[in-house]
């Protein structure tokens, strides 16, 4: 196990460094070496860390959606309006829609096994997208609409609703039959998990106000709580269903709000953490893919079905925008910026495999299909279009 986590951190940070100088993302460069030490090619990943890829990745994915609640301000959205509540599901909704149209009509997969696949491939990558966002405001360019800010919000949220209906449609998936129940149980699921993220919010709040802890300590508390969370769904899920996942979102926007200066020291170390799990979250993603399949015919007609979701994920994007301030270079701007995928995609495309669904292989091939061609294609077109496409404010 060593040597392949050896290979795995070694190459990773150095091939990164190599293709951030040649401005593509390092995300595709983990996939790649996944790709090539996994058992579809060189076979050198040791089978021990193949099998707790599962449990890797749902801590990775933890990070992810704490780091998206403690950088969540609800002002923000408050203050672009509409269009930023818009785009936080709308774009979504019309891509799965594209999955269920095309999907079983190419794929020979059921309607229920579309939605799931749609509900993989419909987030688009905060990973990619909002450190060009960052890099786009801080030089000035569409701040006077607050263009780069209404894309960082949008793909925050965007997450959030996808992950939640993706472990909705898996239960669906999974009882093999449409149940009405079932699928009742999603709204519940939502609220529940918004409760649960608020009183445990609520509690650490207060461990944080009346106890000296430094910030390594919050962190490690902000870690439990959101593990503790995740053990409570899986020992409650025979009786009632509780997105824990979502809680873990409401817990860093609720100690964002609570307590700015501190969620962003909390930040700062899930950035660290993350840093390390990105790298082997998409490596071990890599090993997943069985590469035979995605060259064969069936993964050639994959790729058209997921060219022709974004087709209807662009009409939802203007969709968004209709009647808004924005002008149409900029509408087409927010429309490039809403192609890349990579994180969620990366963090529950396995899931559908690793849990024995017939569906696996087809969406974990069609999760890092889609990182390897919109990832690099979207942080391109991002790069050099915006100096084109944008105003840059005089201030």
């Given at each position: 196990?060593?040597?392949?986590?050896?290979?795995?951190?070694?190459?990773?940070?150095?091939?990164?460094?190599?293709?951030?100088?040649?401005?593509?993302?390092?995300?595709?460069?983990?996939?790649?070496?996944?790709?090539?030490?996994?058992?579809?090619?060189?076979?050198i990943i040791d089978q021990d860390l193949l099998q707790i890829s599962s449990y890797l990745r749902q801590i990775a994915l933890v990070i992810i959606l704490t780091r998206s609640g403690l950088s969540l301000d609800i002002k923000t959205l408050k203050e672009i309006g509409?269009?930023?509540?818009?785009?936080?599901?709308?774009?979504?909704?019309?891509?799965i829609i594209g999955v269920v149209i095309f999907g079983p009509l190419f794929l020979k997969i059921s309607y229920v096994e579309a939605l799931l696949l749609g509900s993989v491939l419909a987030a688009v990558s905060p990973a990619v997208v909002i450190p060009r966002m960052i890099k786009i405001k801080e030089a000035g360019f569409g701040s006077t609409n607050h263009v780069p800010e209404l894309i960082m919000a949008g793909a925050s949220c965007d997450d959030i609703f996808v992950i939640v209906l993706f472990y909705g449609f898996k239960g669906l998936v999974a009882s093999s039959s449409?149940?009405?129940?079932?699928?009742?149980?999603?709204?519940?699921?939502?609220?529940?998990?918004?409760?649960?993220g608020i009183l445990v919010g609520i509690v650490l709040f207060l461990i944080f106000k009346y106890f000296k802890i430094n910030t390594i300590g919050k962190t490690i508390l902000m870690l439990a709580a959101s593990f503790g969370m995740i053990a409570l769904e899986q020992a409650l899920k025979q009786y009632v269903s509780i997105s824990s996942l979502l809680g873990i979102i409401v817990l860093g926007i609720l100690?964002?709000?609570?307590?700015?200066?501190?969620?962003?020291?909390i930040q700062?170390?899930?950035n660290a953490l993350w840093n390390a799990f990105e790298i082997l979250l998409f490596a071990l993603v890599g090993c997943?893919?069985?590469?035979?399949?995605?060259?064969?015919k069936d993964g050639g007609i994959l790729l058209g079905v997921i060219?022709?979701?974004?087709?209807?994920?662009?009409?939802?994007?203007?969709?968004?925008?209709?009647?808004?301030?924005?002008?149409i270079k900029e509408k087409v701007f927010i429309l490039l910026s809403y192609l890349p995928k990579a994180t969620v995609q990366a963090s529950i495309g396995g899931i559908a495999l690793s849990e024995g669904l017939e569906c696996g292989k087809i969406i974990i091939t069609a999760a890092v299909l889609s990182i390897l061609i919109t990832a690099p294609i979207g942080a391109i077109l991002m790069d050099y279009t915006y100096p084109k496409l944008l105003e840059k404010s005089l201030l």
């Open positions: 196990m060593f040597l392949s986590l050896f290979l795995i951190f070694g190459l990773g940070v150095l091939g990164g460094y190599i293709f951030e100088k040649i401005r593509l993302p390092r995300l595709v460069w983990y996939l790649i070496i996944g790709i090539l030490f996994g058992p579809s090619l060189l076979n509409r269009p930023a509540i818009f785009m936080c599901f709308i774009p979504a909704c019309f891509e449409f149940n009405a129940i079932l699928f009742l149980q999603i709204p519940l699921s939502i609220i529940l998990g918004l409760l649960l100690i964002l709000k609570k307590n700015k200066e501190a969620a962003k020291e700062n170390n899930y997943a893919v069985d590469m035979h399949y995605a060259f064969s060219a022709l979701s974004l087709c209807f994920r662009a009409v939802g994007v203007f969709i968004c925008l209709i009647a808004t301030k924005y002008s």
